[in-house]
């Protein structure tokens, strides 16, 4: 008889999420734009309900001092982890 071996912690493509994070997908009101500065440290910038949400607020904010903007959510074991997402602060 043969058997198949599964990997139940194999790393899926989205990253600790449950789904694959797109341009629209609803982070359930739980996402958070960072501003990471180059130097170190970082600022919270906005609570946002999508990627797109935070590239538009992204667009709008000035900061002082270079750095880059990070967007975080709760992921499938209920932490806080990074979204594979790029926000470079460009209207779109």
């Given at each position: 008889m043969a058997t198949t071996s599964t990997k139940k912690n194999a790393r899926k493509p989205w990253h600790g999420f449950a789904i694959e994070i797109g341009p629209n997908t609803d982070l359930g009101g739980e996402g958070l734009l960072m501003y990471e500065y180059a130097s170190s440290g970082y600022t919270p910038v906005a609570a946002v309900s999508t990627p797109n949400e935070a590239q538009?607020?992204?667009?709008?904010?000035?900061?002082?001092?270079?750095?880059?903007?990070?967007l975080w959510a709760r992921g499938i074991d209920g932490k806080y982890i990074m979204v594979p997402v790029v926000i470079d602060g460009r209207r779109k």
């Open positions: 538009e607020i992204a667009a709008s904010y000035k900061p002082q001092v270079a750095g880059c903007f990070r």
